[in-house]
């Protein structure tokens, strides 16, 4: 039997060897790469595409939310699955609407993980039902919005208070282009500001 490929990008040298060796203790999988950040992990990508990519989500450099898009961009058939100490969070919830299909708590064991790794396989999405709920409830957003997924990214963010540096810097945008974004997401929703933005968005399911 082929044991899956797996790359684990995860800053911690100590969480990412203790993955490794658990991991590799296995019949069914092994680690193909190891990186300590998201850019180091998508050179190579394209060239590695490995089976399943472990992504912690509060990495240095490139989050692990936007880490998780680039690699569905550049190697569509890798599963991606989240390492997190958040386990019903909004991070976890952001890193599946990326393309994640499930996630792995930092400090699980042994068994945990390739109880996690073996569901996902199998076509599972590894997760607590709090998480699986809200994964339902995003069904719920207008499938019909004018904004571009980019635009509603950035709506997000202002709607949780971000400034055009923080949103910048969280979608690795300048902030001229942050700017333009809401520009335009004034425009399309007609409004004049801030929260009348979010007030629409909010009132038409747009985020």
């Known amino acids: 039997m082929f044991k899956k490929k797996i790359i684990i990008i995860e ?6 060897e203790s993955f490794e060796v658990i991991i590799n203790g ?3 999988f092994f680690v193909q790469s190891t990186y300590p950040n998201a850019e180091k992990a998508l050179r190579e990508i394209s060239k590695v595409r490995p089976d399943i990519a472990m992504v912690d989500l509060e990495l240095p450099g490139m989050n692990g939310i936007e880490a ?7 190697s569509p058939k890798t599963e991606c699955v989240i390492v997190t100490v958040y386990e019903d969070s909004d991070l976890v919830f952001e890193g599946l609407k990326a393309g ?10 042994y068994l945990e993980i ?3 790794l073996d569901e ?3 076509g599972g999405s590894p997760m607590s039902s709090q998480i699986a709920r ?6 719920h957003i207008n499938p019909n919005s004018p904004l571009s997924s980019r635009e509603t990214d950035v709506l997000k963010l202002i709607a949780e208070g971000k400034s055009y540096t923080q949103i910048s810097e969280e979608l690795f945008i300048s902030k001229e282009t942050a700017r333009s974004h809401i520009k335009n997401i004034y425009v399309k ?5 801030k929260s009348e933005a979010i007030s629409k968005a909010r009132k038409d399911h747009l985020i």
Do not use: C, P, T, W
Request: glycine share 2%; hydrophobic share 40%.
């Open 120 to 122: 996902l396989v199998r």
């Open 100 to 109: 994640a299909v499930g996630y792995i708590i930092k400090n699980a064991n």
């Open 114 to 116: 390739i109880s996690a």
């Open 68 to 74: 998780i898009k680039h690699i569905k961009e550049k």
């Open 189 to 193: 929703l007609n409004v004049n500001s």
């Open 134 to 139: 809200m994964v339902i409830q995003n069904f």
């Open 11 to 16: 800053d911690q040298e100590d969480l990412r």
């Open 26 to 28: 296995s019949d069914k």
